[in-house]
């Protein structure tokens, strides 16, 4: 893609002559510190472009790799990452960051199409507000240098056809390389603008934005793309601080990130956002936006007078006959001197709060449902069910198996680890399943630079798991806390709502009592209210 580009290659990942999670194998694997360590020095060493065909996170953007890509997109490099091979299990892009470009993999099997592998969006880590991933580039059957089964310097050179999302990742890297080599000042998210904003919607057999992003890579038109978005690195903190992580900048809407690409994931009332353009031409672009089930009202036309002038384009959904809860996919395009698309999704849906936190024994609590449009919904309430414990220590460096459990199939799993002596201590939570084989694989994961973890999942089918804590670092043995709390479908325990069914008027909203009895001081406990037409359920946390 750049034969005049110069590589520098970081080994991150490592084959170990040890079973620190005693599963029979010997453990393998890209640890997070090596990655971050590659990361800070390839930053150091002056790289323009990062290749990362690594799996990822794919609910969380406070993880160390994500906010060690967030660093680096702060320092100019850009980042193409794989959005995951687990398309075909349900597992959402990997990599969901919004400083990241994020890569699917197109396929050619007469028609080029997004492989059926490839990781899928919405992604949970934006709320469902950030299109993943970004675009796609050619992954499939590539024919690509790997070394010999015996290495030696003397080896012949071995090449073999490979396929997935690490296969075009490299593609768009090189365009991303390609791009700054004319074009050196531009920072990492006009560059993903460019190839975002000119990529080819029309070329797949089916038409998904959340397989494909904006479309498949056209390193030609990125060239001149016309118009460009950026958005300052001080946006990345604003970006986290409005998901809920704690960074102390002005806290940002995630629909209102400054990117090539508009997602509402929970629209319950129209939502205006913006975005701003700089010009690399002059000229006048006209505007239109389709999106199936909504009304989308944008400006007619902007002009650009002068080169570098911000161009702001307000964008205002408001849903007209789209189902409840069913995702609409369409385009913002600005037509002109050139031709600009961002893809625009959104979805109406219940507006539910995400999590209630109550005290007492005995209470209630108040909370709002909203809808646009009118309906009546009935809740499925569960629990409240409380915490099963397990104390554990380890030393640094160390990972630390908890207690297998056999459960069925469960609505919603919370799974904590909680330091004793946070100061000083990182640790990671591992959810691992036990395979048929009778070893175990990581099935979720939660790793953040923090001592504590908190992961949850949806829908958790039958089976044995296990918890495991990572100690990536500690002052001496650090001491900590499993806890998980199992909810299955059918219903348990005292807590319910009224009114259920609730009546709800279009555009409009009701107050909702929740309340429960009967639990014991000192306890934590769990409880969960879903509704049908709300994509995500409310979680109740009870602290008697």
């Not at 349900?90 to 699917?104: I, Q």
């Not at 396929?163 to 998210?189: E, K, N, Y």
Request: charged share 10%.
């Amino acid at each position: 893609m750049a034969p005049g580009a110069s590589l520098a290659v970081y080994k991150v990942c490592w084959n170990y002559a040890a079973d620190t999670d005693h599963d029979g194998v010997n453990d393998s694997g890209c640890p997070d510190d090596s990655i971050v360590a590659a990361i800070d020095q390839a930053v150091a060493d002056g790289v323009d472009v990062l290749n990362y065909s690594i799996s990822g996170a794919s609910d969380t953007l406070d993880d160390p790799v994500q906010l060690a890509f967030k660093g680096a997109a702060a320092a100019g490099v850009f980042v193409a990452a794989a959005s995951g091979n687990y398309g075909e299990y349900g597992e959402p892009a990997n990599n969901p960051s919004p400083w990241v470009t994020t890569v699917a993999n197109a396929t050619w099997t007469g028609t080029i199409d997004v492989a059926p592998s490839s990781s899928r969006g919405p992604s949970p880590a934006s709320d469902d507000n950030l299109l993943k991933p970004d675009l796609a580039g050619p992954g499939t059957d590539v024919i690509a240098a790997v070394p010999p089964t015996t290495w030696s310097t003397t080896a012949p050179s071995a090449f073999e056809s490979m396929s997935g999302t690490s296969m075009s990742t490299p593609h768009v890297s090189g365009a991303a390389a390609l791009l700054l080599s004319r074009f050196p000042r531009w920072t990492p998210m006009m560059v993903k603008s460019a190839l975002m904003t000119t990529a080819d919607p029309t070329t797949f057999a089916t038409k998904d934005v959340f397989a494909s992003g904006a479309g498949y890579l056209r390193p030609g038109p990125a060239f001149n793309p016309g118009l460009v978005l950026d958005a300052p690195a001080s946006s990345y903190n604003g970006y986290l601080q409005g998901l809920g992580v704690a960074t102390g900048a002005p806290a940002l809407r995630a629909v209102d990130f400054n990117g090539p690409s508009i997602a509402v994931g929970h629209l319950a009332a129209p939502v205006t956002t913006r975005r701003t353009f700089l010009p690399l031409v002059t000229g006048t672009w006209k505007v239109t936006a389709s999106l199936p089930g909504f009304t989308v009202t944008v400006p007619t036309s902007v002009t650009a007078s002068s080169i570098g002038q911000a161009v702001p384009v307000s964008v205002r959904i408001a849903r007209s006959t789209a189902q409840l809860g069913t995702w609409s996919q369409g385009w913002l395009t600005l037509s002109g001197p050139t031709t600009v698309r961002l893809p625009l999704v959104a979805r109406a849906e219940l507006a539910v709060p995400r999590e209630l936190s109550v005290r007492g024994t005995t209470g209630s609590q108040a909370f709002t449902v909203s809808s646009p449009f009118a309906t009546t919904q009935t809740a499925t309430v569960l629990g409240p069910v409380a915490a099963v414990t397990q104390s554990a220590s380890g030393a640094p460096g160390t990972t630390v198996p908890g207690t297998a459990f056999t459960t069925g199939d469960l609505e919603l799993a919370r799974f904590t680890l909680t330091a004793a002596t946070p100061a000083g201590t990182d640790l990671d939570l591992e959810l691992q399943r036990r395979t048929a084989q009778g070893t175990w694989e990581t099935y979720a994961s939660s790793a953040t630079s923090s001592a504590n973890e908190q992961l949850d999942v949806d829908w958790l089918p039958a089976g044995t798991y296990r918890l495991t804590a990572v100690v990536y670092a500690a002052p001496g043995t650090a001491s900590f806390t499993l806890s998980r709390w199992l909810l299955p479908g059918a219903r348990t325990g005292s807590l319910s709502v009224a009114p259920n069914p609730v009546t709800i008027a279009a555009g409009g909203s009701t107050t909702v009592t929740a309340r429960w009895s009967g639990l014991t001081a000192g306890r934590v406990y769990l409880g969960l209210i879903r509704y049908p037409s709300a994509s995500r359920p409310t979680v109740v946390t009870f602290r008697p």
